[in-house]
């Protein structure tokens, strides 16, 4: 089913003329609950992986052999899923609780050490035949993202590895079929379940704290003074006209935790832009005049704005890249 979003409040274009030259195109993923081939895009489905190329893995320096069971994860997702969707209102049985409550985190696999190879998560993969937008690296024509299960990378030791792959579709041959998956997470939230994706093209505008001054001044001329002091100030530009939720491949970063920083190329000192947004949530109560068509119906229902159940970092992982190469290195943010 293709999923719709509603047309925008207001024309805030014809309000602030300015914000023409800053408009630019997201393509909203809209990952659903689904059953994805290797051949779809989709996040957390199996990869188009050749069978005679190895498995990406992780072997940077950090602890890996305590957190929570892969095969923990995926049982209890499914435990609940069919619980919920039994009656909304029950949740598990007596029965279910009990399993679920086996589902522990601990030191489940002491026979790691620090820098034995532990495979990454297939994460997401894109075609440029499915997703408007996704650039064309001169490498192939699908996309492929994979991350470690742990987040204790980087100085901070509290960073994600990731890792992007471009492939060319026809030249895969024989496909591999048991992918591999790591024996322990660190968190539950870094196992994507799989979903099908229904992409869609809107118009995105800046940050309100990315805008140019002038800009600024001109939207909150409109939005008027503030009747209630505690809420956000220009709340409706924020949240129903300038960056949509949940994932999707080029538009703008929502700088709600940080503010915005200046993203600079390490090779080329051009400016990092998005080329995907990783979202824990699809929609929250402050954005549901986002929410498609389609879904307005399950806006309150348990679980329908998280279907893919991953949140990375603090809940939103912007992928950025140079737009003059992107083969150059790409930069991490997390909001």
């Known amino acids: 089913m293709p999923r719709t979003t509603p047309p925008r409040p207001v024309d805030v274009e014809a309000i602030v003329p300015e914000l023409v030259a800053l408009r630019r195109t997201a393509t909203r993923l809209h990952p659903r609950r689904g059953t994805p081939t290797a051949r779809d895009s989709s996040v957390g489905g199996p990869m188009l992986w050749p069978a005679d190329e190895p498995w990406p893995v992780c072997t940077l320096p950090h602890k890996r052999g305590s957190g929570h069971r892969y095969a923990d994860v995926v049982r209890e997702r499914e435990f609940l899923e069919r619980a919920w969707q039994r009656d909304p209102r029950s949740g598990p049985n007596a029965e279910e609780t009990g399993e679920l409550s086996r589902f522990k985190r601990g030191r489940l696999a002491p026979h790691l050490a620090d820098t034995d190879p532990i495979p990454l998560i297939g994460v997401a993969q894109l075609y440029r035949r499915d997703v408007p937008g996704l650039p064309d690296a001169g490498a192939g024509d699908l996309l ?118 200046r993203l600079a190329c390490p090779v080329c000192d051009a400016e990092l832009t998005p080329l995907l947004t990783i979202d824990q949530r699809e929609w929250d109560p402050a954005t549901t005049g986002w929410v498609p068509y389609e879904d307005r119906q399950d806006i309150r229902v348990m679980g329908a704005n998280v279907p893919t159940g991953v949140s990375p970092g603090r809940g939103r992982l912007n992928i950025t890249v140079c737009p003059r190469d992107p083969h150059h290195p790409f930069r991490l943010v997390t909001q």
């Not at 990378?153 to 790591?182: A, C």
């Not at 379940?193 to 309100?208: D, Q, T």
């Not at 949240?239 to 709600?256: E, M, Q, R």
Request: with cysteine; net charge negative; aromatic share 10%.
């Open 144 to 261: 492929q993202v994979f991350w470690c299960p742990f987040e204790r990378h980087g100085e901070s030791r509290h960073e994600m590895h990731v890792e992007l792959r471009w492939r060319r579709s026809e030249d895969t041959g024989t496909l591999l079929t048991e992918q591999p998956v790591p024996e322990v997470v660190g968190r539950p939230e870094l196992v994507p379940s799989p979903c099908v994706l229904h992409p869609e093209e809107v118009i995105e505008h800046p940050w309100f704290e990315e805008l140019p001054q002038d800009v600024q001044e001109g939207i909150e001329a409109w939005e008027g003074p503030e009747e209630d002091e505690s809420e956000d100030q220009n709340e409706q530009y924020i949240y129903d006209l300038s960056t949509a939720p949940g994932w999707k491949v080029d538009g703008y970063i929502a700088w709600n935790l940080t503010g915005p920083t």
